[in-house]
């Protein structure tokens, strides 16, 4: 698909079809959240109005409905990410459902040991710190290199046979870093340690195989992969999914129950406690044959495009600072930046009351990264596939004009 091509998707999303105040939206706030196209909005209506019950329970018409629509949703993520088989693909509701899954269920013991990087999203760092008190873990930093490229180095020098699990952001929020994961999961393998991979910001914007990567968990988001909010996928590799224990349970996770007994059934089910969010999951499934269609290899490529874009347009503005490594290739669709003596919560301000231009900026749930590196925080633009080579000018024009009222 061409950029022009890709650019054209853009009239699938009633959300930048729209002008504020006269003027068009630039929304470049995708690592918070993309927009999500008319398809998947109409998928989780047609749930809302066609067949609104609840699957695995009731024997009528509506429910066979959903239970064929759950299941065919569950297959397709299952391909998306190259699961051998569907009943990998567990339901949560985000990434952080499925990060804390994994901490809660895995059969943690006194004295094991848990490995991060130092650029762990909150979601992805504080289960550890409170397992590291409640079942005396120890969990241990891997710190990124100058040039804040990941450190295999005094990664290998961290790893142990007693490391049970390293888990680790796989692109990260902050810069859009992607860390060499294929090397980080044959180094753990081979000291016997599984791998739990944070993809909520990797899963939308390129190709992933679980399989060819060999990874034992993976957990990711459908609100940033223009699927619905509320919705997210573990997946874990049947027998350690076997020989887990759900952390959540009740009803749709077990076959009987006596008054002192309960029979569990077997994965994904007994990890999907309670009601399901099913226009979510039917949601999700659009989604990503949305994205399918599209290809992420070519949605890597444009954001990549769009980023050196604005990276080569401004260099002439000398109080701006990039976070991350100095090459675009490095940062894939996340520019995150500072403006010198510019409050960064003033630029995302600005820049959203000139030129309906939208980003975030704070510490982007990575406090810990910035506590330690003693930067206050940054403003963050984060592209997709439907933002353009057009809204990326207006964006260095408008830094541009805020970089000069300093
Ligand atoms: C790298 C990373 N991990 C985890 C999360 C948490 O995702 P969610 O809030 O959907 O659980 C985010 C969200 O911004 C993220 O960027």
């Known amino acids: 698909m061409t950029t022009t091509n890709l650019e054209k998707t853009r009239f699938d999303f009633p959300a930048i079809n729209q002008k504020i105040n006269g003027r068009p939206v630039i929304y470049f706030d995708n690592a918070c959240m993309s927009l999500r196209p008319k398809q998947v909005i109409q998928a989780m209506n047609e ?49 952080t459902e499925g990060l804390n899954l994994v901490a809660n269920s895995l059969n943690f013991k006194h004295g094991d040991v ?29 710190r990124s290199k100058k040039d804040m490229t990941f450190d295999l180095e005094i990664f290998e020098k961290n790893m142990n046979k007693n490391v049970k699990l390293v888990s680790m952001v796989h692109t990260s929020n902050l810069d859009g870093y992607t860390l060499p ?32 990567l060999n990874v034992d968990f993976v957990a990711f988001s459908g609100h940033k992969m223009v699927g619905p909010s509320g919705i997210g996928i573990l997946y874990g590799k049947y027998h350690l999914l076997e020989e887990m224990n759900p952390f959540l349970v ?54 990549i495009e769009i980023n050196r874009f604005i990276t080569q347009n401004i260099t002439d503005i000398p109080s701006l600072s990039i976070l991350g490594p100095e090459e675009v290739e490095q940062r894939g669709g996340i520019f995150s930046f500072n403006i010198k003596d510019i409050h960064f919560h003033d ?60």
């Open 181 to 212: 994961v294929e090397k980080i999961i044959r180094i753990a393998h081979d000291y016997g340690s599984l791998v739990m991979l944070d993809c909520a910001q990797s899963v939308p914007h390129k190709k992933i195989d679980v399989k060819k």
């Open 250 to 303: 009740g009803g749709d996770t077990v076959s009987n129950t006596t008054y002192d007994s309960h029979t569990l059934l077997k994965p994904p089910e007994k990890f999907e406690a309670g009601l399901q969010n099913y226009a979510g999951n039917i949601g999700l499934g659009a989604a990503a044959k949305y994205l399918d269609n599209i290809g992420r290899e070519n949605i890597e490529k444009h954001e």
């Open 347 to 406: 630029v995302a301000m600005m820049l959203d009351n000139i030129a309906n231009i939208m980003i975030r900026s704070g510490q982007h749930c990575v406090h810990s990264w910035f506590n330690a590196n003693k930067i206050e925080g940054s403003a963050r633009a984060s592209l997709y596939f439907y933002n353009t080579k057009e809204e990326a000018k207006i964006f260095v024009e408008k830094l541009k004009e805020i970089s000069k009222l300093r």
């Open 47 to 95: 749930y809302y109005e066609q067949y609104p019950a609840c699957a695995g329970r009731s024997m009528h018409k509506f429910a066979s409905k959903v239970n064929e629509k759950m299941s065919e949703a569950r297959d397709i993520m299952a391909n998306f990410i190259g699961a051998k088989k569907s009943e990998e693909i567990i339901f949560t509701r985000n990434t």
């Open 114 to 142: 848990v490995v991060t990087s130092d650029r762990e999203h909150n979601s992805n760092l504080i289960p550890w710190q409170i397992i590291s008190k409640t079942k005396k873990i120890v969990h241990k930093v891997v």
